[in-house]
């Protein structure tokens, strides 16, 4: 996907929308004489930990439901978007439970092409954009694209460069850098600005936090599904509309010449190493079925911020609260399996 959210009364309009989503949990008790699970591979599933919170919440949803309804070992490992990717590749993870096809769309279709990587189901639909908050754009009604930031470097002053503007990008070494990269030329603005990149997710989350509180004017790139973007009032800056040719070039380290574009929507996959889908078709089934609502996640993440939780405690939080939509993905006997250990906790 981490850390205590500082910001609960601003966030406790969010809180109390996601009350209203209504979420059911099943509480039908396994059958008595349910037969112990055999897990298929005598080994341990190896999940990729992508370091945001949506992608550690659903790792934590997707290793319980093996844990307990598929009778099966698992272990994460943390790591950055391409690194991980190339360890799917190569088997040394077995599933990868969100990528971002559009944000690494090079990469991925050679990871495809292989042959040692699938991407199965539709997890759900992500977005990405730069966002400044509403405060702002009242601000400066004049504001309204990427663009225009040309004429506001004054209102975002880089504290580290007077002279330049400050632009909140990625966190130092996920894959989005380039595209912010790209963009940012692309849109002749890295002559006035600087592109920020805070060394973590939690860092970058901090810095919007802090600029919210104190209504200071802040532009930055966050992405959909996220808490954050759910929780506080923004405003997304205009992007010419998506072209496909620019964008990928948009994606490419070295884009010669870059050509600013909408973000591409993602729809997220779950990424699974070919030769783990053959050993255990079961467990691809299922993770091929695997669909989150968007309202599901929403509130699932803004449970996780209110309430200054782990992403694994998040995890179980959707399980509990979400029976109706998880039961879908798999067998009838494995999801009595998942409620009846749930009901244990």
Same mark, same amino acid.
């Given at each position: ?52 919170? *949506? ?60 042959? #040692?990587?699938?991407?199965? $189901? ?65 849109? #002749? ?15 970058? #989350? ?18 959909? @599904? ?7 009032? &923004?405003? !997304?800056?205009?992007? @010419? ?12 380290? !070295? ?15 779950? $990424? ?5 889908? !053959? ?35 998040? *995890?179980?939080?959707? &399980? ?23 009901? #244990?906790?």
């Amino acid at each position: 996907m981490r850390n205590p959210h500082p910001l609960a009364p601003v966030l406790g309009a969010f809180a109390l929308a996601a009350a209203f989503i209504a979420p059911t949990a099943s509480a039908a008790p396994p059958p008595a004489t349910s037969p112990a699970p055999t897990c298929e591979v005598d080994r341990p599933v190896r999940f990729s930990g992508l370091n945001w919170e *949506s992608n550690l919440v659903l790792a934590g949803i997707e290793r319980y439901v093996l844990e307990h309804g598929y009778g099966c070992k698992t272990t994460v490992e943390i790591g950055e978007t391409l690194p991980m990717l190339a360890a799917l590749q190569r088997g040394d993870v077995d599933v990868t439970p969100e990528v971002w096809p559009g944000q690494i769309e090079g990469a991925w279709k050679k990871a495809l092409a292989s042959g #040692k990587a699938l991407g199965v $189901g539709h997890v759900y639909d992500a977005g990405e954009g730069w966002y400044i908050p509403r405060y702002t754009a009242e601000r400066h009604p004049d504001l309204k694209s990427a663009s225009d930031l040309t004429r506001f470097k004054e209102v975002f002053i880089d504290p580290e460069d007077p002279g330049r503007g400050r632009i909140y990008g990625c966190p130092a070494g996920w894959a989005c850098g380039t595209l912010n990269d790209n963009l940012l030329r692309a849109l #002749k603005l890295d002559k006035d600005y600087s592109l920020f990149a805070p060394g973590s997710g939690a860092a970058q #989350k901090a810095a919007i936090v802090s600029a919210y509180k104190r209504k200071r004017d802040i532009v930055f790139y966050y992405w959909t @599904p996220t808490s954050l973007v759910g929780a506080l009032d &923004l405003v !997304k800056l205009e992007l @010419p509309a998506f072209d496909q040719a620019a964008y990928t070039c948009m994606t490419d380290p !070295k884009c010669a010449n870059p050509v600013a574009t909408e973000f591409k929507p993602n729809p997220v996959v779950t $990424g699974v190493n070919a030769a783990f889908a !053959k050993q255990a078709p079961k467990i691809t089934e299922f993770l091929t079925k695997l669909t989150v609502p968007d309202e599901a996640i929403d509130a699932t993440l803004g449970w996780l911020e209110n309430e200054g939780k782990e992403p694994e405690d998040a *995890s179980r939080y959707f &399980l509990k609260q979400y029976g109706s939509v998880w039961r879908q993905w798999m067998p009838a006997d494995v999801a009595d399996r998942v409620q009846a250990a749930l009901q #244990k906790e």
